[in-house]
């Protein structure tokens, strides 16, 4: 079975601080997709980004940054210099069947104090 | 119109009531779902549609009757509704081929059954 872990519920930190989001996954298959989603206040989820189990890149983008490790099956998000617009819910998800069962984890609620 | 739309964007509907949920989307994809996010639980799948058919039924109660028309247009019809079934409905697209592609998703359906 796949699930998707996401150990902290809640997380707060003041603006300018970097923030690490766990994420943990489990899955039997060798071919699978990871994503990270934004859900702001307004409630649109926000699509940030894919990773397939082949490509162990860390990503840069901006302020945000991934880290995939396959031996510890993590797939951790940090923020640098973290801004009160970070303000949201993050999801990790894992895909298996082309986008047919998406499983999320129950997000992680960051709050960016000025 | 850009992007997954959804309408109304709320609504509230006595357990007797028979209503629809709209969604559009404007991105040529193939495949849409509908998801259901309550508070207590994470992001729940509850219908997948592929090509216009359905592929995925999550075990979803009868009172929820899925339709897709066309590959831009899903429908979720709901009658007889229970309290719990109060939550955020969400739509979502993509692009379903030989990998797995993201979701997009739109801003949700908040939905109060009383």
């Known amino acids: 079975a796949q699930k998707v872990t996401q150990a902290q519920t809640e997380i707060s930190v003041v603006e300018k601080e970097d923030v690490t989001l766990d994420c943990v996954y489990e899955?039997?298959?060798?071919?699978?997709?990871l994503f990270w989603y934004k859900q702001p206040p307004s409630g649109e989820l926000v699509f940030l980004i894919r990773?397939?189990?082949?490509?162990?890149q860390n990503e840069i983008s901006g302020r945000y940054s991934w880290n995939f490790q396959k031996s510890t099956s993590s797939f951790n998000f940090t923020i640098t210099a973290s801004q009160v617009v970070d303000s949201a819910v993050y999801f990790c998800a894992l895909d298996h069947n082309y986008g047919q069962n998406f499983v999320f984890g129950p997000g992680t609620r960051l709050s960016v104090l000025p | 119109e850009t992007g997954v739309t959804q309408t109304p964007r709320h609504l509230v509907m006595g357990m007797t009531n028979k209503k629809s949920l709209k969604c559009e989307q404007h991105l040529g994809h193939n495949a849409m779902y509908w998801y259901k996010q309550s508070a207590k639980k994470p992001l729940e799948l509850m219908f997948v549609y592929n090509f216009k058919e359905q592929t995925e039924n999550n075990s979803v109660p009868s009172r929820f009757s899925p339709e897709c028309p066309n590959s831009s247009h899903l429908f979720l019809h709901l009658h007889t509704l229970q309290p719990e079934d109060s939550a955020l409905y969400l739509c979502?697209?993509?692009?379903?081929?030989?990998?797995?592609?993201?979701?997009?998703f739109g801003p949700g359906t908040r939905l109060t059954v009383t």
């Open positions: 899955t039997r298959d060798t071919t699978y997709y």
């Open positions: 990773r397939n189990s082949f490509d162990e």
């Open positions: 979502a697209s993509s692009q379903v081929a030989e990998s797995s592609y993201e979701q997009y």
